[in-house]
């Protein structure tokens, strides 16, 4: 079928797999005069099924389903617990928010480099292999780094803070340390909000030999630089390549891969959350009763799901970049794209993309951190985020269809509501098990939005520049904005503390809720890419 979209909006000409739906004029169409009259939301899509087609067998799609599913299944048996590993080991809230928020920023960086050089010189398949390996050699590694020795030097200065005598732990006045008492009060300051105890709980630097323990915060920040370098891309490509396939007239089934990504990530983060759980040994420090967690086996997990993954990426194909290289097709100029958000229409929505990237960062760096401090469990923290991963996994099977009623703007206003009530019942709550029901929000927060992000935006721009807008858009959602949000959340957490940090965020998130409504009701969306060739060979 051939359609004029009307200029500005893209129809891939990448092979099409079989599909038993099909487009279909509503009458407001029908009295524009045109096929199909998109307006501002993108092509409306009429299925003839229901979302069980994501588990239907197309051969031309299950690389994407298996890439997305292992892809999902290594994060999920791993970042969930990055948090509370990291603070297992020894390193401070604010050490925790500069490694988790330092990745993130260089893909931001990187991933959109990458991206426009696997457009420029069309070689998204070879990139695609080599980001997937970094993700497999050096993640596994941060698991891998020898822990800092057990020492008993700063157990006065623990005993002070508790009130107990030196002869409850037999250990001498004089603490056999290089940290002194000020820095030891600067690391581990009180709060008022709970017991000497449990603010000793939150950063277990005090356990561990001082040099040793910047050795290993050290050697994770080379790890995660050197990784980040190599596996920005992979996600952004996969997505580029997914998207290519399916084109505008199966753009409602890309949800339908994705779907798959969530479902390996629940199923991986419940799997080894329940099996961390059965992992726990208590210790006694400093006359301190502390709890250890067997973290190894996260990484064992996620080794052996990436592995997959990357096997996965040689069944790839980019058929468009193919098909313009055989055909001597000029190169694509990645600087359009750029262009596209220094128009304040778009604009409002990469502004908005970074800002939702910052309350995920906030999330998935301190909300597990808040919840152990409450008393989870890694049982608790494995139900909460499977509850997450099933929420995400019904709405990228239904986001399409529920796009097609409200528009696209109607739903980010939904999405961008679901945080500022996430962040409330974050900031109340005191049972750990009350996140549970709240957490079913996080379909409409992750996988809603990023479904209208990628169906607004990849709908205007030409199939040559996928991959340099998904790297684009990858970097400033999982690069800058996530890594902002753990940063400013290590610096918040360990100011003000969790709860505090949960409300400042409500009130940011309802504050960019009205600013992005309001910019999107004064602006209209501008031809950025005018009538490509893609739509000129249609119109004959």
């Known amino acids: 079928m051939d359609l004029d979209l009307g200029p500005g909006v893209v129809e891939f000409n990448a092979p099409l797999p079989t599909t038993d739906f099909e487009m279909t004029p509503t009458a407001s169409e029908e009295t524009e005069g045109s096929p199909i009259h998109k307006g501002g939301d993108g092509v409306d899509l009429k299925p003839k099924s229901g979302c069980l087609d994501c588990f239907k067998l197309e051969w031309s799609l299950l690389k994407f389903k298996s890439f997305f ?5 290594a994060i999920g048996s791993v970042f969930p617990y990055f948090s509370v590993y990291y603070k297992q080991i020894g390193l401070s809230p604010n050490q925790i928010g500069i490694i988790s928020g330092l990745r993130p920023i260089i893909g931001f960086f990187s991933g959109p480099l990458w991206g426009s050089l696997a457009d420029r010189f069309r070689v998204r398949r070879i990139m695609l292999f080599v980001s997937a390996l970094g993700w497999l050699a050096f993640i596994t590694s941060i698991g891998f780094v020898p822990t800092a020795k057990i020492s008993d030097a700063q157990c006065p200065y623990v005993n002070d803070i508790l009130g107990k005598t030196d002869n409850a732990t037999n250990i001498s006045t004089k603490p056999n340390t290089d940290v002194s008492r000020e820095d030891f009060n600067d690391l581990h300051r009180l709060r008022v909000d709970v017991t000497a105890e449990e603010s000793l709980m939150e950063s277990r630097g005090w356990i561990y030999d001082s040099t040793d323990l910047y050795r290993v915060y050290i050697t994770i920040m080379i790890l995660v630089v050197l990784g980040e370098l190599v596996q920005s891309p992979c996600g952004a490509l996969a997505d580029s390549g997914c998207i290519e396939t399916l084109g505008n007239k199966d753009m409602h089934k890309y949800g339908h891969q994705r779907a798959w990504g969530s479902l390996g990530l629940g199923i991986m983060s419940v799997v080894v959350g329940g099996i961390i759980s059965t992992m726990r040994q208590d210790k006694t420090i400093c006359g301190v009763d502390v709890v250890f967690s067997n973290y190894h086996v996260a990484f064992f997990f996620f080794a052996g799901c990436m592995f997959c993954c990357t096997v996965t990426t040689f069944f790839f194909k980019f058929q468009k970049q193919q098909d313009d290289h055989n055909c001597s097709k000029p190169k694509p100029n990645p600087f359009k794209v750029f262009r596209m958000f220094l128009t304040i229409h778009y604009g ?3 502004l908005c993309m970074f800002f939702t990237g910052i309350c995920n960062g906030v999330i998935w760096g301190f909300l597990f951190w808040h919840l152990e401090n409450i008393g989870a469990t890694q049982l608790v923290l494995g139900l909460a985020n499977g509850v997450c991963l099933f929420s995400e996994m019904c709405m990228f099977l239904l986001v399409f269809r529920i796009l097609e009623k409200t528009g696209c703007l109607v739903f980010m206003a939904l ?7 996430r962040f409330i019942v974050f900031a109340v709550i005191d049972n750990p098990w009350l996140v549970l029901p709240f957490e079913i929000l996080q379909g409409f927060t992750f996988a809603g939005i990023w479904s209208v992000f990628t169906k607004y935006l990849c709908a205007n721009v030409p ?3 996928l991959g340099t807008l998904q790297g684009f858009l990858h970097g400033v959602y999982w690069g800058l904005g996530s890594g902002t949000g753990h940063m400013i959340g290590g610096i918040s ?13 409500a009130g940011a998130s309802f504050f960019n809720l009205a ?5 999107q009701k004064c602006t209209t969306k501008p ?10 060979d249609k119109k004959t």
């Open 348 to 350: 409002s929505w990469l």
């Open 463 to 465: 199939s040559e520049y």
């Open 527 to 536: 031809n950025v890419f005018g009538n490509y060739e893609e739509l000129d």
């Open 415 to 421: 999405g961008l509501l679901g945080y500022t009530v």
């Open 515 to 519: 600013l992005f409504l309001i910019v």
């Open 493 to 505: 957490v360990e100011t003000l503390g969790a709860r505090v940090t949960f409300w400042i965020f």
């Open 69 to 73: 599913f292992f892809f999902g299944g």
